[in-house]
């Protein structure tokens, strides 16, 4: 069984750029949550997939947006790329849509914006 | 509605001796619960998942729970650390709403 991946592992941008996050999510998997952490902060929900339709945001703008595929892997892009956008992003995927489900989280993309 | 507070942002023990993180939750549903581990840099693994079945709950590493319900509490132990438990622990709620991070608590493990 093949775990949770994202790409890439690290990334560099310039402020004002736009950056697109990769995550591939577990097989038999139909749902994919992305979160942002910032150094020493707990993971903040950004924006869930289920099946193909976004199904629930957090308080995010709407530079962060993001698709699913028909094979359920996932995309994180952020346009107009700020300072505080530096953080690691990580995907999680689920059997489903509530919160009853275990998530299986990737490694991680971290984002440095200079 | 539902929160989750972990008591703790920081404990501190020695190797050898009990791990005990705290974790609190208020849900208008009966919650699943969940704790996660995080290593520096790196995602989070589930340690272990309560979902209304036993109230004590056995995760990976050699962690458990137990789910009080009167006390809505789900109080993550160990009983012997070792130093490769130090990392980050998140507690998270869930249920017919979408999950509710814990804002973390750092384990320290003294050699």
């Known amino acids: 069984e093949t775990g949770v991946t994202q790409s890439p592992t690290h990334l560099i941008k310039t402020r004002g750029q736009q950056v697109t996050l990769r995550c591939s999510s577990q097989?038999?998997?139909?749902?994919v949550s992305w979160y942002q952490q910032a150094l020493g902060q707990g993971p903040q929900f950004i924006f869930q997939?289920?099946?193909?339709?976004?199904?629930g945001r957090g308080n995010f703008p709407p530079r962060f947006s993001g698709l699913q595929f028909p094979n359920y892997s996932s995309e994180l892009n952020v346009n107009a790329l700020e300072l505080d956008d530096s953080a690691l992003y990580l995907c999680?995927?689920?059997?489903?849509?509530?919160?009853?489900?275990?998530?299986?989280f990737g490694p991680g993309t971290r984002l440095t914006v200079t | 509605a539902q929160s989750v507070t972990q008591l703790d942002s920081h404990v501190s023990v020695s190797e050898g001796t009990p791990v005990l993180l705290r974790c609190n939750y208020s849900?208008?549903?009966?919650?699943?619960l969940f704790w996660y581990v995080q290593h520096p840099n790196k995602g989070l693994q589930l340690l272990l998942k309560y979902t209304s079945a036993a109230t004590l709950v056995k995760g990976i590493n050699g962690f458990e729970a137990e789910f009080k319900k009167s006390e809505t509490s789900f109080h993550l132990t160990k009983p012997s650390a070792h130093m490769s438990d130090a990392a980050e622990y998140f507690c998270?709620?869930?249920?017919?709403?979408?999950?509710?991070f814990g804002t973390g608590t750092k384990l320290q493990v003294i050699p």
């Open positions: 849900s208008s549903y009966s919650p699943s």
């Open positions: 999680a995927s689920s059997k489903g849509d509530r919160g009853y489900y275990e998530q299986y």
């Open positions: 097989s038999g998997h139909n749902t």
């Open positions: 998270i709620v869930g249920g017919y709403q979408k999950v509710t």
């Open positions: 997939y289920y099946r193909e339709e976004e199904n």
